[in-house]
């Protein structure tokens, strides 16, 4: 995160979860209902965006409240990115394409 005291996880039991780096102990977590494959921090480290096995791109705040999703992909979605002015997410899948997104969650 922007204050470098937080780092995002995701796993395939379908946790996100956010850690305090400073004590090593989960913050928030949030059980989805699909499989997570990727997370990244965007807004200056206030949001979050993950891609997973849904083919979706979710964007979250860090109390991980959902805030919008995206069908994104024709298959699972393996990682997204911001931009580095963080106006745009990025997400790439196993469907061989990379997309762009407009950062509003």
Not at 10 to 38: A, C, H, N, Y
Not at 45 to 64: E, R, V
Not at 70 to 92: D, L
């Amino acid at each position: 995160s922007n204050d470098e005291h937080m780092i995002a996880s995701v796993s395939r039991d379908m946790q996100l979860r956010l850690f305090d780096l400073r004590t090593l102990k989960p913050v928030v977590s949030v059980k989805t209902d699909d499989e997570i494959w990727g997370v990244t921090f965007y807004e200056q480290g206030q949001s979050l965006c993950t891609a997973g096995k849904d083919k979706h791109i979710h964007m979250w705040d860090l109390n991980l409240t959902p805030l919008a999703h995206y069908k994104a992909h024709r298959s699972s979605a393996t990682a997204c990115f911001a931009s580095p002015t963080e106006n745009s997410i990025g997400s790439v899948a196993q469907d061989g394409y990379m997309r762009l997104w407009v950062a509003k969650p």
